[in-house]
């Protein structure tokens, strides 16, 4: 079967970006033939599939645009049987007559109640489109030939409250294997793994970090000018900070780094809600006690409450922390693993595979 897949900007790294590869993969192993379409060339290498991008090359600038040029792109797309959506955001696709699956990576409320007007000159210009399409936005995702995929159930449950819209729950890739082997001794140091993006809320996380005496390592990567831009305004808030001799700041490392940091580290300690959050998923497989925020997602990935503090508590955050870092909480750690065994990877391609069968006859 023809199937098109719609991301407009792919090289940014993370979650939706696993999601896209894993899907990519669970459909070529059903020999089904695959186009992805985006607004510039990805950044990274994908075999076997079609790609049709309007850029003949890769832009890191005006991820807004990229995103916002889905609608059109969902339009190319539509010779192909079925069209799935994999970037997660907002889209108006034009009378669509093909079905149209959207994985969602969150419930659109950080899209949709962003102050667009607050813009002036020629900002506002560049945010016009954007803030008319999204007063369609409610209107559009009824459509009954979009059909919506979530990765969590906090997701599921947000988007039916909000839109009286259904969704079938499939929680994102996590490769689990890269994490079997190789276990050394686990130091004494906290860790957290994140996009250098502002609603990440790392500051928080460098306030908290002040106060405890160990060896703190901060990974992210920076693959957008705004990742930089967030990025050089941590690094300036850690220059002078108490016990910033121990804070060790990591752009861009190497895959096989970010899995040595996290085997190293003791404690994985996160500072902002998430609608799933993979880097705890792979902190736990790596045998590192969470720590996080008693909110959002947490309460599925981290189910117990032990965990999880009071959201922008420092002195809650800093408690749990601590009592990590003495071991309080290792022997939840056996349990940690064994539920995070619903996420792995090859999980989320035998449920995708099936929903597509199941809901909509697609055969290879």
């Known amino acids: 079967m023809n199937i098109g897949i719609v991301h407009g900007f792919v090289g940014g790294g993370g979650g939706t970006e696993k999601t896209l590869l894993s ?5 070529k192993e ?3 033939k695959i186009t992805l379409y985006t607004f510039s060339k990805p950044s990274i290498l994908i075999n076997g599939i079609k790609i049709k991008s309007i850029l003949p090359f890769s832009l890191s600038l005006f991820g807004l645009y990229q995103r916002y040029s889905e609608k059109n792109i969902i339009k190319k797309a539509e010779k192909n049987d079925i069209i799935i959506q994999t970037s997660g955001g907002l889209t108006e696709p034009p009378d669509l007559t093909k079905h149209l699956i959207v994985y969602c990576h969150s419930d659109f409320q950080n899209e949709l109640e962003k102050n667009i007007t ?3 000159g020629l900002w506002a210009i560049y945010y016009k489109p954007y803030l008319e399409f999204s007063k369609n936005f409610e209107k559009m995702i009824k459509n009954k030939k979009i059909h919506l995929i979530t990765n969590s159930e906090f997701t599921h449950n947000s988007i039916k409250s ?3 819209k259904n969704s079938s729950i499939i929680y994102p890739p996590v490769d689990l294997s890269e994490f079997k082997n190789d276990f050394p001794p686990k130091k004494q140091q906290i860790i957290t793994v ?3 993006s502002q609603e990440k809320n790392l500051e928080f996380a460098l306030t908290v970090i002040k106060n405890i005496d160990t060896e703190y390592y901060l990974v992210g990567n920076t ?3 705004s990742n930089e831009l967030y990025f050089n305004k941590i690094l300036s808030k850690i220059n002078g900070q108490k016990n910033s001799s121990k804070i060790n700041l990591l752009k861009n490392i190497t895959r096989n780094e970010v899995i040595q940091n996290l085997k190293n580290s003791k404690i994985y300690f996160h500072s902002s809600p998430e609608t799933f959050g993979i880097s705890i998923i792979e902190a736990i497989a790596a045998n590192c006690i969470p720590i996080v925020p008693n909110d959002s997602a947490h309460k599925e ?5 032990q965990l999880r503090y009071t959201p922008d508590d420092v002195p809650d955050a800093t408690k749990k922390l601590t009592e990590a870092l003495s071991g309080k909480f290792d022997y939840i750690l056996e349990s940690l693993n064994e539920s995070i065994m619903q996420y792995d990877k090859k999980n989320f391609k035998k449920k995708f595979i099936k929903y597509l069968e199941t809901e909509f006859s697609i055969k290879p």
Do not use: A, G
């Open 301 to 305: 990935t981290v189910p117990y409450e």
């Open 30 to 32: 059903k020999n089904h």
């Open 23 to 27: 899907i990519i993969e669970s459909l």
């Open 223 to 225: 693959k957008t000018k």
């Open 162 to 164: 909000k839109y009286k």
């Open 194 to 196: 994140s996009r250098f």
């Open 118 to 120: 607050k813009y002036k």
